[in-house]
């Protein structure tokens, strides 16, 4: 619903024993593709 290829996964998970350390969150709605990263504070290097 969220990018204009339907089949296009729109968020991904980086889970570690079930614990959530990171997101990456696709939006594209055109050619033009919006990336959005979140990092928990103690697994950033």
């Keep these: ?6 089949n296009t996964p729109a968020f ?3 889970l570690s024993k079930w614990r959530l350390l990171g997101l990456l969150t696709v939006y594209a709605d055109n050619e033009d593709v919006e990336l959005s ?3 928990h504070p103690n697994n950033r290097r």
Aim: charged share 10%; net charge negative.
């Design 1 to 6: 619903m969220l990018n204009f290829d339907f």
């Design 12 to 14: 991904f998970l980086l």
């Design 37 to 39: 990263i979140l990092v």
